[in-house]
């Protein structure tokens, strides 16, 4: 059983900035393929980027590529969501996820064992 706890969201201002945070629990966090998710009001949970277990290889959607940035500190059993030059349409409520199988399919919803609570960025404009 692996426990995700997710921090970091609030209201900012379009072009600023802000750094989620995700603490999980387990003596294996530096196995897993974490990722992050994003849900707005009415759509569907959509990925924005995942990480590999030793922090080298990471995958970003299109719509997040060269602003967002996901890194990890497996001492700290926590991974890192940094949003920078954010946009309304970044308004969502944001989920880290875990997947503990190493699937391939990282930008898929159904690859992840265990999620998050979730916690919400707003951007004004």
């Known amino acids: 059983q692996v426990q995700l706890v997710e921090s970091g969201g609030g209201l900012v201002q379009a072009g600023g900035s802000l750094r989620l945070s995700c603490a999980a629990s387990g003596r294996t966090f530096s196995m897993y393929l974490m990722g992050w998710f994003r849900q707005a009001p009415g759509k569907e949970r959509e990925f924005v980027g995942a990480i590999g277990g030793s922090g080298v290889t990471t995958y970003y959607a299109d719509s997040v590529k060269g602003r967002f940035a996901v890194s990890r500190d497996n001492a700290k059993n926590t991974v890192y969501l940094q949003m920078n030059s954010l946009k309304p349409e970044d308004t969502a409520v944001y989920y880290c996820?875990?997947?503990?199988?190493?699937?391939?399919?990282?930008?898929?919803?159904?690859?992840?064992?265990?999620w998050g609570q979730g916690t919400q960025v707003t951007v004004s404009s």
């Open positions: 996820a875990a997947d503990i199988h190493y699937s391939s399919r990282y930008y898929s919803a159904r690859s992840y064992d265990y």
